[in-house]
């Protein structure tokens, strides 16, 4: 009786060069799917990271070939430029003030959309529409409530009896000027939806067990709301500190850097090198020390991070 024959088995060398194979034409279909991205990151933003790197070791004037300077114009940001000192004083001054102000600001506003109440999706909306505005329009509109002769804030301030300040045109008030407007147009923006996010994310039985307890609300806040909610203040704290030490546009749009140097932060310093007296060499340096004082900020929040960020799965581990 003649035996059928089994079928043959794939060699483990062949289903090994099989696999292989596979792999090898997966990883191509991967990276032809990120080929688009891969390219705008190379060309719009590693490129002219490089490119400004090297011109801040030059002395570049646009019209001329970049010449190699080495540190020239490190030494000159810091011991020559008043104005880097000026600009990096305006900037620390906004940061350490409109940060906190910012978070305390759109914490309350979330608190107060995180009731169950009817129509709170409206009001949530209402309060997240202002961060929608254009940061350009939002300034004229604001530098339109603060002029001193006929600004709707001085009008309603003298009603009761104050006279209020010239604001924009002002030395002392130009800076909490721009401060007002930053907390009108972000107090209810994407730090209020991350903030809300965080606290919809609380158990509710440790509220319940509070109730039990007997605990007021301010007691319950500070005792569950606010520590569950230290990883979401760390990460508002982060991206806020970052963004504030990019301040740029309601200076530019409202006081140029004035009155008196009062509201010329570190960017618009940095812009007026680059495109009011082209110098794209020496402007490219500040942006670099802008970049190394940023990350250092941001190293230290994450190194004194574990001191007070609770985070709830580290101690179940």
């Given at each position: 009786m003649n035996r059928i024959a089994a079928p043959a088995r794939p060699s483990v060398g062949a289903a090994k060069r099989g696999r292989s194979r596979q792999e090898i034409a997966e990883?191509?279909?991967?990276?032809?799917?990120?080929?688009?991205?891969?390219?705008?990151?190379?060309?719009?933003?590693?490129?002219?990271?490089?490119?400004?790197?090297?011109?801040?070791?030059?002395?570049?004037?646009?019209?001329?070939?970049?010449?190699?300077?080495?540190?020239?114009?490190?030494?000159?940001?810091?011991?020559?430029?008043?104005?880097?000192?000026?600009?990096?004083?305006?900037?620390?001054?906004?940061?350490?003030?409109?940060?906190?102000?910012?978070?305390?600001?759109?914490?309350?506003?979330?608190?107060?959309?995180?009731?169950?109440?009817?129509?709170?999706?409206?009001?949530?909306?209402?309060?997240?529409?202002?961060?929608?505005?254009?940061?350009?329009?939002?300034?004229?509109?604001?530098?339109?409530?603060?002029?001193?002769?006929?600004?709707?804030?001085?009008?309603?301030?003298?009603?009761?009896?104050?006279?209020?300040?010239?604001?924009?045109?002002s030395v002392v008030w130009a800076k909490p000027a721009l401060i007002i407007m930053a907390l009108w147009a972000g107090a209810g923006g994407s730090t209020m939806i991350i903030f809300l996010a965080g606290l919809q994310g609380v158990p509710t039985e440790l509220y319940e067990a509070a109730d039990v307890d007997g605990a007021a609300g301010m007691r319950k806040f500070f005792s569950i709301t606010l520590p569950l909610l230290t990883p979401t203040i760390f990460f508002n704290l982060v991206v806020g500190i970052i963004a504030s030490f990019q301040v740029f546009t309601q200076a530019f749009v409202a006081t140029q850097g004035g009155p008196g140097d009062a509201t010329r932060f570190f960017v618009l310093h940095l812009y007026d090198q680059a495109f009011v007296d082209y110098r794209p060499g020496y402007a490219s340096a500040l942006a670099w020390i802008l970049f190394v004082i940023v990350l250092a900020f941001t190293v230290i929040q994450f190194a004194i991070a574990r001191r007070w960020v609770y985070y709830e799965s580290a101690t179940k581990g």
């Open positions: 990883e191509r279909l991967g990276f032809l799917y990120i080929a688009p991205w891969l390219l705008g990151f190379l060309i719009f933003i590693l490129g002219p990271l490089l490119a400004s790197l090297y011109l801040s070791f030059t002395d570049y004037e646009v019209t001329l070939a970049p010449k190699w300077v080495g540190l020239a114009n490190y030494a000159k940001a810091f011991f020559q430029d008043d104005l880097t000192w000026v600009s990096l004083g305006n900037t620390a001054y906004y940061v350490f003030i409109s940060v906190p102000l910012g978070l305390a600001a759109s914490l309350l506003c979330a608190l107060l959309m995180d009731r169950k109440i009817w129509g709170v999706s409206g009001f949530r909306t209402l309060f997240y529409m202002p961060s929608i505005v254009p940061t350009v329009v939002t300034t004229l509109l604001w530098a339109y409530l603060l002029q001193p002769d006929y600004g709707l804030v001085n009008n309603l301030l003298a009603g009761i009896g104050i006279n209020g300040p010239t604001w924009l045109n």
